[in-house]
């Protein structure tokens, strides 16, 4: 079943080109899709220019989301969570449920 996932981080300090290119790398191996999100800006974590660009903008004491979305997501966002602790404290985890793909529903 598809689910999603967030995770709320304050980011305390500024992000190094090191830990860019690691929550890249970790984004590119997860069976999914993610997302960082802060200040009514998103961009998907497996496009490196657009995830350096968007990361060089987030000032320190910044919350920043990290959202999941595939199967299984939890031990994903849990992974890519920690990778953040140096330069972010966590503040919330939430999980939303998807229905199935293959079925539909009409409202």
């Known amino acids: 079943m598809k689910e999603i996932m967030s995770s ?5 300090k500024r992000f190094t080109m090191k830990k860019m290119l690691e929550i890249y ?3 590119k191996k997860l069976d999914g899709t993610t997302y960082l999100y802060s200040r009514q800006k998103a961009v998907e974590a497996t496009s490196l220019s657009k995830l350096v660009s968007f990361l060089l903008t987030v000032e320190p004491n910044t919350t920043l989301k990290i959202i999941m979305e595939g199967t299984d997501v939890e031990p994903k966002l849990n992974q890519l ?3 953040l602790t140096n330069e972010a404290s966590v503040l919330r985890v939430k999980r939303k449920q998807l ?9």
């Open 81 to 83: 969570t920690r990778l």
């Open 25 to 27: 790398q970790a984004a």
């Open 8 to 12: 709320n981080v304050m980011v305390q």
């Open 99 to 107: 229905i199935e793909s293959s079925e539909s529903f009409q409202i």
